[in-house]
């Protein structure tokens, strides 16, 4: 079948609105028409070009809500008019990873998803008979995509498609984060680096622990109102000050912080965000995605004092396990999914998300099919 797509044809291009072809889902395969997608900034960052796993051409977008159009052989858990969120975490429940009971990080499909293909090492996408790779196993820039069966949720369908499309990677990230991935406990002092769509989820997810101090830190201090709006309790600008900005929020909480998260994908500011933690506890959690051949560093002295450094994908969270529940506190309000969702544009306008979002003007943009 043909679907309107924005396909990116190299990096640092601008993305190109195509009729590309797909071709039908095969055993354990799903058909999806994505009813919207938001643009988060890893999509940036693939297309940057910085992204070792960065494939092109390549139909990018990780962030959906759709509905099943239809299944392949054997799919048994989804049904034609489903609604779905598409999962770049796949949660197939088997493997040693779902198994463990210590990650949601899943091996059934990683492997091919990272090579831009599905699990029978093919594509199902095509642009004038030339294949285009898949992207995160989800490729939700394109109206029509294929997916694992076990790359997606189901979720209740009086659920607006184009707003818990956001669920999909951004809020569901940041909030998981600090509940699954820190276990932030009450009373706690947290310090947020970088207040995009992640920084500002995982404020919520801060609220939501009851932490006690909520210090939101960005270099752009339009971010600040948001921030303060979802609950942060301090605001702190790097470029206010002439020194470490570790040392600046060491002096603000009496030694450091109990949790710290990264949100931005800055290999120096990570550095930071680990070396204002507390001595003897204080843990920090990298969020952000860095480029390829960008390292971290710090003192082992650091670790050896007590702090710890994790990182978190997708929040910790398990997508067709728990995004359900996510979706529900979102039609409660208890995760204003609203906030975050700055701009509403049609596919042909996606090149001005990514300029709105390098702009630091927008927090999500949600596009609309
Ligand atoms: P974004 O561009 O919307 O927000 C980034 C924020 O960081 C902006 O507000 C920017 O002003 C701020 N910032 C930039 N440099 C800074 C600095 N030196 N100090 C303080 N603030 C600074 O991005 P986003 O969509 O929120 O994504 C954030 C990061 O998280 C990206 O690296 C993205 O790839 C990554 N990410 C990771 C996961 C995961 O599962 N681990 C999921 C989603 C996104
Ligand atoms: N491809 C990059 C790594 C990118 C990365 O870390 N992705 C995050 C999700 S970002 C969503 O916006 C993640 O979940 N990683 C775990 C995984 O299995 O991909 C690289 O460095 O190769
Ligand atoms: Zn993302």
Not at 86 to 92: D, H, K, S
Not at 111 to 135: C, E, I, W
Not at 231 to 258: H, L, R, S, W
Not at 295 to 316: D, H, M
Request: negative net charge.
């Amino acid at each position: 079948m043909k679907s309107r797509a924005a396909v990116a044809f190299g990096p640092n291009k601008p993305l190109e609105i195509v009729e590309v072809d797909v071709e039908p889902p095969r055993a354990g395969e799903v058909l999806v028409r994505i009813v919207a997608t938001g643009v988060c900034h890893t999509d940036a960052y693939t297309l940057s070009g910085a992204d070792p796993e960065g494939l092109f051409p390549t139909i990018l977008g990780h962030e959906g809500g759709g509905i099943v159009e239809a299944v392949g052989d054997g799919v048994t858990s989804l049904e034609v008019g489903d609604h779905v969120i598409p999962l770049y975490t796949a949660e197939c429940g088997e493997c040693k990873f779902c198994t463990s009971g210590k990650t949601n990080l899943c091996g059934a499909v990683r492997a091919t998803q990272g090579k831009g293909v599905m699990p029978d090492g093919t594509s199902r996408f095509s642009y004038n008979g030339q294949p285009l790779y898949h992207y995160m196993g989800t490729s939700t820039f394109s109206e029509y995509t294929v997916l694992p069966e076990v790359s997606l949720a189901k979720i209740p369908k009086e659920a607006p498609l184009d707003k818990v499309c956001l669920l999909g990677c951004g809020v569901t990230t940041g909030i998981g984060a600090v509940l699954n991935t820190a276990k932030v406990e009450e009373g706690a002092t947290v310090a947020i680096f970088g207040l995009g769509g992640i920084g500002l989820a995982a404020i919520i997810g801060a609220k939501m622990a009851k932490a006690g101090r909520i210090i939101a830190i960005d270099i752009n201090p339009s971010k600040f109102k948001i921030a303060e709006e979802l609950g942060a309790t301090d605001f702190v600008n790097p470029k206010d000050y002439d020194k470490p900005i570790q040392e600046v929020i060491i002096e603000m909480t009496d030694g450091g912080v109990d949790y710290s998260f990264e949100c931005v994908g800055n290999v120096n500011l990570m550095r930071s965000a680990l070396e204002c933690c507390h001595k003897g506890w204080g843990e920090s959690i990298i969020i952000g995605v860095a480029g390829a051949g960008e390292e971290i560093s710090t003192r082992p002295f650091q670790l050896v004092t007590g702090r710890v450094w994790k990182g978190s994908a997708f929040g910790g969270v398990k997508g067709r396990t728990e995004l359900p529940d996510y979706v529900r506190k979102a039609e409660s309000g208890e995760i204003p999914l609203d906030t975050f969702i700055t701009h509403n544009m049609k596919l042909e306008d996606i090149n001005e998300a990514f300029e709105l979002m390098h702009e630091g003007k927008s927090i999500r943009t949600v596009i609309h099919y």
